[in-house]
């Protein structure tokens, strides 16, 4: 007969155990009901540089409005945007920010508009070589849509910080309408981007950022104007079609045209292509909110401009990707496209780029390749882009190369 002291405890134990199997199973149920976490991710950025030696730029703005549409790549619940007066000379005196959705032309889709705030407040003051965040602004960004974003300068600027080749039409007039839905005020276009450096949305579904660092073709110099269709945006079309579960990364463009691995932009000889990348690597690309990943599509001004050896440009790629690994980043480098017919084009300055291939096609130090060179070459003449995908100057891509460019991107090293 079994003792009725022993059966005690062990019943006890067993009425733990059962409950604890229960609470632990909810737990389990109810995690998985639940909605992932919000957070902060990149939907759009831009680098920048400072003002050209005229023009708008050089000009500055007084008691001006500045309204500036750009292409998102995730969307979220709310937005925040970034400001920049890096490369300014003065104080920049920011007097009113909105946030709204284009109805084309400069005008914004009625009842669009949302104020964006600092600390509280409609204005702010940047001091030179320094960077602003805007307090989180409620609305819902749409993924893969265009956003303006409208900034009232009050005071004179001097010289601005800027991004020359936008592919996207500003608008500026005098006075603040900021908060106009109407685009009547606003009747002066605008090649560029000005003080704009970032668009973060707050996602659930999003999984951090991939920023690409790239030159004029990443820049989007072959594609059409207004068309969104740079090789980021094509990225970005990409994952955007990906199920849910795998999380894509929002997408944010970080290229210069006429950037180079070593070499600062000149003035005169190289205008608006910044500063080199290794340079402006740790605040184009690491300081990117939730940044995951770099994709790198740079060399060929490296080549062509500077004339330097492969031994140098690869010496300069492989810096960067020691930065990026130790920054916690992703590493993927696209091999360097054709460009027999260009008019620096010869066939010495081409061994470079094919040496420059080979090192990326077989290091070890990279996590992955974007074989942009095979994607782009015409079969019959590997020297050359593709005639049906040439912009027309033998170099840039136009809108279909750099959706082949994107297509050429392996979505695994990205998402999910």
Sequence with gaps: ?????????????????????????????????????????????????????????????ADQTVRMVIHTSVGGEQARIRL?????TRTLTVGHVTIGLPSGGGGLQPGSVREGLFNG???????????????????????????????????????????????STSYSGPGDHASDESATALKDPLPSWFYVAALDVLSHEAQGTVAVLGDSI??????????????????????????SSRHAPGVVNVSLTGN????????????NAGD?????????????????????????????????SPDAI?????QLAV?????????????????????????????????????IRSTKDLDGVVDADEALRDPNQPAQLRPEWDSGDHIHPNDGGLQALANAVPLDQLAG
């Design 121 to 167: 407040r409609p204005s702010v003051l940047i001091p030179r070589g320094v960077e602003m965040l805007s307090d989180p602004v409620v609305m819902d960004v749409p993924a893969m849509a265009t956003v303006a974003v409208s900034v009232w300068l009050p005071v004179p600027t001097g010289r601005a910080t800027y991004h020359f080749i936008a592919k």
């Design 1 to 61: 007969m079994s003792n009725p002291a022993r059966r005690q405890p062990l019943l006890a134990l067993a009425v733990v155990i059962a409950v604890a199997s229960t609470l632990f199973i909810a737990n389990l149920h109810s995690r998985a009901g639940a909605a992932p976490a919000a957070h902060w991710v990149g939907s759009w950025a831009a680098a920048l540089t400072p003002a050209a030696v005229d023009g708008p730029s050089a000009e500055g703005f």
């Design 314 to 318: 690869i010496t300069e790629l492989r």
């Design 260 to 271: 180079a691995y070593g070499h600062d932009g000149d003035a005169i000889k190289v205008p």
């Design 84 to 88: 920049s007066n890096v490369y300014g």
């Design 323 to 359: 930065r990026a690994h130790e920054a916690g980043l992703r590493v993927l480098v696209c091999t360097l496209t054709p460009w027999k017919g260009y008019t620096a084009w010869t066939a010495a300055l081409d061994v470079t780029r094919l040496s420059v291939n080979d090192y």
């Design 218 to 243: 990443s820049d989007g110099f072959g594609a059409k104007t207004n068309g969104n269709r740079r090789f980021p945006d094509d990225l970005a079309a990409r994952l955007a079609v990906l199920p």
């Design 276 to 308: 080199s990348a290794l340079s402006r690597f740790d605040r184009d690309v690491v300081a990117q909110t939730g940044v995951r990943a770099v994709i790198v599509e740079l060399g060929i001004n490296d080549i062509w401009i500077y004339k330097d």
